[in-house]
């Protein structure tokens, strides 16, 4: 007894006499900064600012050195004198050039994401496509016209849409379930590039707080709160590409802040028949932040666009000589598709340890699409186009509670997150029909009404341990899918739920501020369509996702920072996009190994290289030896490039990636080629103008960007052929770009 009433004397006097460090950070300009890393020297203790530039950092020292760390801003050497304990101030950091000296490798699950800040800071995004792209060993393609959701490439996926990596806008979530098109279909085209603040992301099903979808990963763009100042943006260039970005301040007094950006993209393409592509984009973003209180951010934005397409090709129409690369067998492909949404965001501090986190979300989407996969394989005479469309709204909301600083005596130290919140999809008239022309309903082959309903709990926590921090987490979803099959001539409404538990463990231990090495495991799942649910009356519903990453990320000096990691995921079903129908179908179990090798370095303060490489071994576990490859996952990825900013005013990027051959089907025998592409685009900043040049493509290379093994038939044909039906890669590309800001 007296052993216990002495630990507990000892740990009542820590806590008593424990000190801490409180305060705000902000700018030269009196605004809060978020995300700023603060790093105790002497105790190894770290923290983050919030929302609205609070921080707090317990068990600090009289003498103790702490250093303020953020991209674009010196970093800060705060000595802890006597009226700093316990006494709230303020830090007010001075602005700078952008610096991976400017990065610490503080203990967290997705450390990886500071060091990636500096690729979007150094070289930002040109287009829609680029975003996506900047995630280490993320591979992005087209397939069927601008309009369309890019095809995913990551950790040996060939993720479709998205059916395995969940991606959001400032919560916002992205990816559709049970989607006409395809499960988890992702389309980012409603966000402006020149609007992106920064893209938070991590890989593997590690992260309580992401749910379905997060098996390869995750993905969540940041977008910009304020703006410095007003942005008029003309670009034009080959194939009559036009694109002009407006962006405006409307607000900008005391604690509120508010601006609207619009885009209007125009493109025919290097098609032999025009695209005739069209994008409408405009967003308007309130904020209202009381520095170290709290913060909302209200945020509204319409997208619509339509585009004609020439679709996949075969490679035999070409050396028949019946079209060339950029022909068409169908050049009636093409379609339409629509998005509006809502989004309010609010942060509260309760006091110096508590804060609450809330959201809600709701969006109107349509989308309608032409595809023909297999041109005259299964009708003759009209062709196989098909129709695939939906009406959706979607609505949810969030709240997150967080809790740090709970003392567990010595060296340790509790913070966690409990969050609850819901999804509720509404899609009416989900149709896959066979058309003619774009014109002639020829035959309905499905239509009907889903109602899908996610709601869903989480708790996060983490415990520091000196230089250890164990992340033990775990998530409770439940899902009701509803079908009404309005195709029948009786009532037909199908409905099932299943729940889906996912625990998760990460420990990072931190050498130091330069150092980590980090153990990740974890469970996710994603869903399966609503209509193959009640099909297969409630079987293989949520297929799980285990994964394991083994790494490191490491600076062994401030201008130099590595990463790798050995890593592991077993699927209990994988998803497979299936061509001759335009779909993406169950295909059993599968098992991926990998490796990860990254490096940054900042030659000077104007210079910048970076580089990732990516190998991945993929394999069905429920096929024989050599009939058990995963079709189209690809094995070996890089990208990488240079960056180089202001310059004497001269700013720009080439940058690189490259795709390995890989299996077009399950035995290899059909070979979707690998390609290398360089991309390169220069500006000169003088004054508040801005003169560009955007190549993409650089050395014209001929390379295939999307392709699938399919089985189709040609008009001329009397049966058919399996082959690699492609979407021809953009040749030389190049545009010019004039902006102006005031």
Request: charged fraction near 20%; glycine fraction near 8%.
């Amino acid at each position: 007894m007296k052993y216990i009433i002495t630990i507990f004397i000892i740990l009542f006097t820590h806590v008593l006499f424990a000190q801490k460090i409180e305060g705000i950070v902000v700018s030269s300009n009196n605004q809060p900064l978020e995300n700023v890393a603060i790093f105790n020297k002497n105790t190894g203790q770290h923290s983050h600012s919030d929302a609205s530039g609070s921080f707090n950092l317990s068990k600090s020292n009289l003498k103790d050195s702490v250093y303020f760390s953020n991209l674009g801003y010196k970093t800060k050497l705060a000595i802890i004198s006597a009226e700093n304990i316990d006494q709230p101030f303020t830090l007010v950091m001075e602005e700078s050039s952008i610096s991976l000296e400017q990065v610490v490798l503080v203990s967290e699950v997705n450390a990886l994401s500071r060091l990636m800040e500096i690729d979007i800071q150094t070289n930002p995004v040109k287009s829609s496509q680029e975003i996506l792209r900047k995630v280490p060993g993320l591979i992005i393609g087209q397939h069927a016209g601008g309009g369309k959701a890019e095809q995913i490439f990551l950790r040996g996926f060939d993720v479709d849409h998205g059916t395995d990596i969940a991606i959001s806008v400032d919560g916002l979530p992205v990816n559709m379930v049970s989607h006409a098109h395809g499960q988890g279909y992702a389309d980012l085209h409603f966000v402006i590039p020149e609007t992106i603040e920064n893209l938070n992301f991590g890989k593997g099903p590690f992260y309580s707080d992401k749910g379905n979808f997060n098996t390869a990963g995750y993905i969540n763009l940041q977008l910009k709160k304020d703006l410095d100042k007003n942005l008029i943006s003309l670009e034009a260039g080959q194939f009559n590409s036009k694109r002009l970005v407006s962006m405006f301040k409307l607000v900008e007094s005391g604690n509120s802040k508010a601006y609207v950006a619009s885009e209007l993209s125009l493109s025919d393409g290097p098609f032999d028949s025009p695209q005739n592509f069209n994008r409408i984009n405009i967003i308007g973003r309130y904020n209202y932040n009381l520095i170290g209180d709290q913060e909302l951010t209200i945020t509204a934005s319409h997208f619509q666009s339509k585009w004609d397409a020439s679709g996949q090709i075969p490679q035999r129409a070409i050396d028949q000589n019946l079209i060339g690369r950029f022909g068409a067998i169908d050049d009636t492909e093409g379609g339409n598709t629509s998005r509006s949404n809502l989004l309010i965001n609010h942060f509260k501090r309760i006091d110096g340890n508590s804060v609450i986190k809330s959201k809600a979300f709701i969006s109107q989407y349509d989308f309608e699409l032409y595809s023909n996969f297999t041109f005259f394989l299964e009708d003759p005479v009209n062709g196989d186009q098909i129709r695939q469309k939906e009406n959706r709204v979607l609505i949810g909301a969030e709240s997150v509670f967080e809790r740090k600083n709970i003392d567990l005596g010595s060296n340790g130290e509790l913070e966690y997150a409990s969050g609850i919140g819901f999804r509720y999809d509404k899609v009416n008239d989900v149709e896959l029909s066979s058309t003619l022309n774009r014109q002639t309903t020829l035959n309905q082959i499905s239509y009907g009404d889903i109602d899908e309903v996610n709601t869903y709990a989480f708790l996060n926590t983490k415990f520091k341990l000196g230089k250890w921090t164990l992340n033990p987490a775990l998530r409770l979803d439940y899902f009701k899918f509803d079908y009404l099959n309005k195709i029948t001539p009786t009532y037909n409404n199908q409905s099932e739920t299943k729940f889906a538990f996912s625990p998760k463990l990460n420990t990072i231990y931190s050498v130091n501020r330069d150092w980590q090495l980090f153990l990740k495991s974890g469970i996710g799942f994603h869903s399966n369509d609503a209509r193959v649910v009640v099909a297969n009356d409630g079987r293989s519903i949520l297929p799980a996702a285990y994964g394991l990453d083994f790494g490191t990320i490491f600076k062994p000096v401030q201008k130099l920072a590595l990463n790798a990691a050995l890593w592991s995921l077993f699927l209990d079903q994988e998803f497979v996009y299936v061509g001759d129908a335009g779909i993406v179908e169950p295909s059993g179990k599968t098992r991926r190994l990998g490796i990860e090798l990254g490096a940054r370095y900042q030659a000077r303060d104007w210079l910048y290289l970076y580089t990732d490489v990516n190998y991945t071994y993929a394999r069905s576990t429920e096929q024989t030896k050599g009939q058990d490859f995963i079709p189209l996952s690809p094995s070996f990825t890089s990208s990488g490039g240079i960056g180089i900013n202001d310059l004497n005013g001269f700013s720009g990027g080439l940058t690189y990636r490259f795709v390995d051959n890989r299996p077009a089907n399950e035995d290899n025998s059909i070979v979707a080629e690998g390609y290398f592409i360089t991309d390169l685009n220069v500006s000169y900043n003088w004054k508040n103008w801005s003169y560009g040049i955007i190549v993409e493509n650089i050395f014209n290379t001929e390379w295939n960007e999307t392709q699938f093994a399919t089985e189709s038939r040609l008009f001329n044909e009397s049966a058919p052929v399996e082959e690699i039906h492609f979407t021809p890669g953009t040749p030389f590309f190049l545009r010019g770009k004039l902006a102006v800001t005031f």
